[in-house]
């Protein structure tokens, strides 16, 4: 409860409150334990120094990791909280066009599984906007999107100093709608298609590996996937041939 919190969480849930607040960290805080003995001293120091202090808990020789509120009562295990980086970027603050893209419209800050969460949301896009999106537009669209991903995505990871982050998911989306773009298939083919995809794209076999090894940098991101993507259509390509002949 008493954990300072920063405007932006406030549209959050508040366990992604504690995890952003207790584990993004900021470059201007510094957060350190001392001997409950020692509370004077070093709000006396901190006086003279012109530095604020808040109190936001305290260390006991309980082995479990747990967040306790002011009344003692458990709320949350650490182990259960994501990791969360959030940093600035000049002139556009947390909620910059490079992190929305890269974040996949914010389907990577899922605490599970963020990779399938937006592979899920890019099959739901594509659906609704096929009807109403000629090829051609799609083309664009997916052109655009690829340089428009690598952009993103550079900067991203220059932020969050990660080369490739969870978080990240313009990859997955990209390269499923790429997919269902080709594929132009029914229900059941595509149901089969997400499966396979996420297959690829999460146990990187063979070729996929060799991408994910190979290329680095936001290139690396997005290729790996795009691979995974043309393995999934493969595999479509030949199931579908094989029950034609059954």
Not at 117 to 129: E, G, Q, R
Not at 160 to 185: N, T
Not at 204 to 229: S, T, Y
């Amino acid at each position: 409860d008493q954990i300072p919190l920063h405007p932006a969480l406030v549209s959050c849930s508040e366990s992604e409150r504690l995890s952003l607040a207790l584990q993004g960290g900021d470059d201007y805080e510094l957060l350190f334990t001392a001997r409950a003995q020692a509370r004077p001293q070093i709000e006396a120091l901190a006086d003279r120094l012109g530095l604020s202090l808040r109190c936001i808990g305290e260390i006991t020789a309980d082995n479990r990791r747990q967040l306790l509120d002011v009344r003692g009562m458990a709320r949350y295990g650490l182990s259960r909280l994501r990791t969360f980086r959030i940093m600035k970027m000049p002139g556009s603050g947390l909620f910059s066009p490079s992190l929305l893209i890269a974040f996949g419209f914010g389907t990577g800050l899922s605490p599970y599984a963020p990779g399938t969460v937006a592979t899920a949301w890019a099959w739901l896009s594509f659906n609704v906007l096929q009807p109403v999106t000629p090829d051609w537009l799609w083309a664009t669209i997916l052109a655009v999107g690829f340089f428009l991903g690598l952009w993103a995505i550079r900067r991203t990871t220059e932020l969050l100093q990660q080369q490739d982050p969870s978080s990240i998911v313009w990859d997955e989306i990209l390269a499923f709608w790429l997919l269902l773009w080709v594929l132009k298939g029914s229900l059941l083919q595509e149901v089969l298609a997400f499966f396979l995809f996420r297959f690829f794209d999460v146990l990187k076999p063979g070729p996929v590996a060799w991408a994910d090894r190979r290329f680095k940098g936001a290139f690396g991101v997005m290729f790996d996937d795009l691979i995974a993507a043309g393995l999934s259509l493969y595999c479509l390509a030949v199931l579908v041939r094989l029950l034609s002949e059954v």
